[in-house]
């Protein structure tokens, strides 16, 4: 079994910064993709960020040059360094990853989701 664990988010002002990160664990063979996702109220869930096993990253088109996806491939952890918040990205950010289990299954996760709010 592979679980998703995150962490971080939070109240920040506009202009700042957070770091949110997430840990995946379990039967993991192989993890092909993690990344995030996040939804705010009344809107569908949109990319944030994501980046695959061999290190090539995607960014939603709202984020990019402001938020900066990294993983620590050791320790099946990717974190999302969130810089020039603007009201407009509070929302709820959920982690997703997909990969393959020791069983050779094919996984696909979400985490339980943290909350954004960028507010002064």
């Known amino acids: 079994q592979v679980q998703l664990v995150e962490s971080g988010g939070g109240l920040v002002e506009p202009g700042g910064s957070l770091i949110v990160s997430c840990e995946a664990s379990g039967n993991i063979s192989t993890i092909l993709t993690m990344g995030w996702y996040r939804q705010a109220p009344g809107r569908q869930r949109e990319l944030a960020a994501l980046i695959t096993n061999h290190g090539t990253t995607n960014y939603g088109d709202s984020v990019k040059g402001r938020f900066t996806i990294s993983s620590d491939t050791v320790r099946n952890t990717v974190y999302l360094h969130m810089g020039n918040l603007k009201p407009d990205d509070t929302a709820v950010y959920y982690c997703?990853?997909?990969?393959?289990?020791?069983?050779?299954?094919?996984?696909?996760?979400w985490g339980q989701g943290t909350q954004v709010t960028v507010s002064s």
């Open positions: 997703h990853a997909q990969g393959y289990d020791t069983t050779y299954a094919r996984f696909t996760l």
